[in-house]
């Protein structure tokens, strides 16, 4: 369990901040970025949270709940140590991809194929949702960068990159079912 007595610690002053093992690394490292990343991306679900309805809330909730535990998961390196760390870190796993995966299988059943590419909008579930998937693909991109200096738990980048997916067919859900959404139209304004 966490507690937080005192907010701030004044540890970080000079630009450096301590990740999940205790290491002291820059704020602005790649590990960091990845999982600050992951940090806002877990705020704009929370925006989403206000626009859609009480099924979807519920599932954005617990992907909040995943989200703090990918925050967790990149925020702690050396995983060829997690077997003798004295307290085994939280790593996501591949029942979360797994969820999100039947998730959007579920929601994909009742929409129409796509015959064109759609634009971020329509309500503000969608809007919000689009803007989700977003920061989605950043966070991704970051891990993925991550992973090409130091080890990255596999499950936290296939997560992101299924959960990006999951906004987008979501995001056509609030839009009635895809029925709303906005149409790209190629060269409509030349």
């Known amino acids: 369990m966490v507690v937080l007595n005192k907010i701030y610690t004044r540890t970080g002053d000079k630009g450096q901040t301590a990740l ?22 877990n705020a704009t679900v929370g925006m989403a949270r206000l626009h859609v309805a009480p099924e979807m809330d519920a599932q954005l909730s617990a992907i909040q709940n995943d989200l703090f535990d990918l925050g967790a998961d990149l925020c702690r390196p050396d995983m060829e140590k997690d077997a003798d760390a004295e307290y085994p870190p939280l790593r996501l796993a591949a029942s979360q991809v797994d969820r999100l995966e039947s998730q959007i299988d579920a929601m994909n059943d009742v929409l129409e194929p796509l015959r064109s590419f759609i634009l971020p909008g329509g309500s503000a579930g969608a809007a919000h949702l689009h803007l989700c998937r977003t920061v989605a693909r950043r966070a991704e991109r ?10 990255v738990n596999e499950a936290a980048i296939k997560y992101l990159n299924r ?23 190629p060269g409509a304004n030349r």
């Open 20 to 41: 999940g093992n205790g290491d002291r690394v820059a704020k602005h490292s790649a590990r960091v970025t990845a999982y600050g990343t992951v940090d806002e991306l």
């Open 142 to 151: 970051l891990s993925v960068e991550l992973s090409t200096i130091e080890a």
């Open 163 to 185: 959960l990006s997916d999951w906004f987008f067919v979501a995001a056509r859900i609030c839009n009635d079912d895809g029925k709303s959404d906005v149409l790209w139209v």
